[in-house]
């Protein structure tokens, strides 16, 4: 395997500096945008990136405005050292790393709400979210001014927030998704899969089999309703403490539906232990 030093910049200045060199250059430039503590998921996602652009910029940023007052922002896991380790070894030419005070020198008085699309899901339990993903998101494309950014398709309701924010800003970026990655059981990868116990672990498995099986059941015409409510009745019994929500929603406007018209998505968030997990699959005829 080759490894390449990759340097870690922190300044807005300095990142403009480098991405009008490149462009000047006539290099495209692709951004992945992350919360650190990497893992082989986020690293597919630079492998798309460098896929459709020269240059390949990491950001890496636990965002202070995502995250309530009870969530685990102070024990989300940190790791600079081991994240630039894994990204030397891909095509990342740039990791842009801002302090909290260079992302928000002073606290952000403007609020973005992507509406429709942000409601229900995982706004019920974390309704401060996806303002604060949808600011710092939009924040980094203006610093960064990317041609193209990546985002995981295991956040689903985030990534089409994300392109929706995009298309009503006009900002000029492309939004490519990547599918998500999982371990050999299934389980789809997620920064907060440390935080499980392995019992707890050893049930995180069942979700996404749980899961296809309901889609399965969905697609071969079993009444939704039912089917969820007895989705959610085996999930408990598979060992996870709560169902924060198993819903069928559309997948472009990510409305709730009853009836399978058109292309459909299966979203699902649960509570085992401390640690809440998100899957989500395509139901499709
Ligand atoms: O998906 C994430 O890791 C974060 O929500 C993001 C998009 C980097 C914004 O902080």
């Known amino acids: 395997m080759t490894t390449n030093h990759v340097p870690i910049i922190r300044t807005v200045a300095e990142v403009r500096n480098q991405i009008t060199d490149w462009k000047n250059q006539g290099f495209t430039i692709a951004l992945v945008p992350t919360m650190g503590a990497l893992h082989r998921a986020h690293l597919s996602l630079v492998d798309i990136a460098a896929q459709h652009a020269d240059k390949v910029i990491v950001s890496i940023f636990v965002n202070p405005t995502q995250f309530a007052p009870q969530e685990d922002f102070d024990r989300y896991p940190k790791d600079e050292k081991a994240d630039a380790e894994s990204l030397s070894t891909t095509q990342t030419a740039l990791i842009y790393a801002p302090l909290d005070s260079e992302m928000y020198p002073s606290p952000s008085l403007t609020s973005l709400s992507v509406a429709s699309l942000s409601e229900g899901l995982c706004s019920n339990s974390r309704p401060h979210f996806f303002g604060g993903v949808s600011l710092v998101v939009t924040k980094l494309f203006m610093q960064v001014q990317p041609d193209i950014a990546v985002f995981g398709e295991k956040d689903f309701q985030q990534l089409q927030i994300i392109r929706q924010l995009v298309r009503d800003l006009d900002i000029p970026?492309?939004?490519?998704?990547?599918?998500?990655?999982?371990?050999?059981?299934?389980?789809?990868?997620?920064?907060?899969?440390?935080?499980?116990?392995?019992?707890?672990?050893?049930?995180?498995?069942?979700?996404?089999?749980?899961?296809?099986?309901?889609?399965?059941?969905v697609i071969d015409g079993a009444p939704i309703d039912e089917?969820?409510?007895?989705?959610?009745?085996?999930?408990?019994m598979a060992g996870f403490d709560k169902v924060d929500y198993l819903e069928l929603r559309a997948s472009e406007t990510l409305l709730p539906i009853t009836r399978l018209t058109q292309e459909a998505r299966l979203l699902v968030a649960v509570h085992i232990g401390k640690t809440r997990l998100l899957d989500n699959c395509p139901v499709v005829q």
């Open 227 to 236: 089917t969820l409510l007895d989705a959610e009745k085996r999930l408990i």
């Open 173 to 217: 970026v492309d939004i490519v998704s990547g599918p998500t990655v999982r371990e050999d059981d299934g389980l789809a990868m997620s920064s907060r899969n440390k935080y499980l116990q392995p019992d707890e672990r050893l049930v995180a498995g069942q979700l996404n089999k749980i899961l296809r099986k309901t889609a399965r059941s």
